[in-house]
T-cell receptor, first 115, second 115 residues
Framework: SQTIHQWPATLVQPVGSPLSLECTVEGTSNPNLYWYRQAAGRGLQLLFYSVGIGQISSEVPQNLSASRPQDRQFILSSKKLLLSDSGFYLCAWGGPLTRNTGELFFGEGSRLTVL | AQSVTQLDSHVSVSEGTPVLLRCNYS??????LFWYVQHPNKGLQLLLKYTSAATLVKGINGFEAEFKKSETSFHLTKPSAHMSDAAEYFC?????????????FGSGTRLQVQP
């Protein structure tokens, strides 16, 4: 069966420090991968999605970047964190877009607090 | 273009009473519809999905939803609430738009279950 792992689960970082959140998927190949952010009391905002190694699409301009160095690895990064980057970050995977019905499977999330 | 409206940001019920969480959608394409549940500081778990088969969809934990095209609704119901149902619920629409599936999340409904 497929599993998705996300770490770290909790992170407290000062403003201006770098960020790296990692996500890996097991039990499937060539997944579509997604990074979402959930701000307190709000819905989910899609940040990045990837359909393959090195292929990243950004949905919103921001202080963050994403990379996909391996088929089942997705990394969210920042060179200098802002206070507004605080939130709950969720990684998700889904099947090939043309052959599935769109459901995504989510990791446990990473809570980032920027002080 | 597509959108999702969750009509209630908060719903409170007593344990053992029915649950109704309302969702309306709009989509230019034949949509797939999902309900996800999120417990505090956790990822999202798929409850159920509608993918153009039976209009009454049964999910996990006794939840079900009915797709009503004429009303553009996909309300989530459960006959008898349990304390463990207290969580945030998201209605999601997915439609194939210009070759890729676009997922749109509702803003969420927080369900409280009173003893």
């Amino acid at each position: 069966s497929q599993t998705i792992h996300q770490w770290p689960a909790t992170l407290v970082q000062p403003v201006g420090s770098p960020l790296s959140l990692e996500c890996t998927v097991e039990g499937t190949s060539n997944p579509n991968l997604y990074w979402y952010r959930q701000a307190a009391g709000r819905g989910l905002q899609l940040l990045f999605y990837s359909v393959g190694i090195g292929q990243i699409s950004s949905e919103v301009p921001q202080n963050l970047s994403a990379s996909r160095p391996q088929d089942r690895q997705f990394i969210l990064s920042s060179k200098k964190l802002l206070l507004s980057d605080s939130g709950f970050y969720l990684c998700a995977w889904g099947g090939p877009l043309t052959r599935n019905t769109g459901e995504l499977f989510f990791g446990e999330g990473s809570r980032l607090t920027v002080l | 273009a597509q959108s999702v409206t969750q009509l209630d940001s908060h719903v409170s019920v007593s344990e053992g009473t029915p649950v109704l969480l309302r969702c309306n959608y709009s989509s230019s394409y034949s949509p797939s519809l999902f309900w996800y549940v999120q417990h505090p500081n956790k990822g999202l778990q798929l409850l159920l999905k509608y993918t153009s088969a039976a209009t009454l969809v049964k999910g996990i934990n006794g939840f079900e939803a009915e797709f009503k095209k004429s009303e553009t609704s996909f309300h989530l119901t459960k006959p008898s609430a349990h304390m463990s149902d207290a969580a945030e619920y998201f209605c999601v629409v997915s439609a194939r738009d210009t070759g890729r599936r676009a997922l749109t999340f509702g803003s969420g409904t927080r369900l409280q279950v009173q003893p």
